[in-house]
């Protein structure tokens, strides 16, 4: 069984920085692309960011230069890290992974989320 579990979400001020955190677990054989999606109340999750494993980044217009999406391979690891924080980033932020298990085919997995809310 393989899980996915974020941590990092909070309440932060405007203008504020946030780090969000997502561990890969279990019977895992290769994990090829992360990245991160969110959810906004009343809106449909958006992708925000993705990387490949040998790095390469990509990043949604709208948090692009003020966004940063990172990956540790040895610890099955991938983190965001958010500055210049607004309101309208506020949502449910998903960690997700293509991830072939030791028994299992390649698929893709979900976290549960963590709430980021940007208010004053």
């Known amino acids: 069984q393989v899980q996915l579990v974020e941590s990092g979400g909070g309440l932060v001020q405007p203008g504020g920085s946030l780090s969000l955190s997502c561990a890969a677990s279990?019977?895992?054989?290769?994990?090829?692309?992360m990245g991160w999606y969110r959810q906004a109340p009343g809106k449909q999750r958006e992708w925000v960011a993705a990387i490949t494993s040998f790095g390469s980044t990509n990043y949604a217009a709208s948090v692009k230069g003020r966004f940063t999406i990172s990956r540790d391979n040895a610890k099955n690891m991938v983190f965001l890290q958010m500055n210049s924080l607004n309101p309208e980033d506020t949502a449910v932020y998903y960690c997700?992974?293509?991830?072939?298990?030791?028994?299992?085919?390649?698929?893709?997995?979900w976290g549960q989320g963590t709430q980021v809310t940007v208010s004053s």
């Open positions: 997700s992974a293509i991830i072939r298990g030791s028994t299992l085919p390649r698929y893709n997995y």
């Open positions: 279990g019977s895992i054989f290769r994990i090829n692309d």
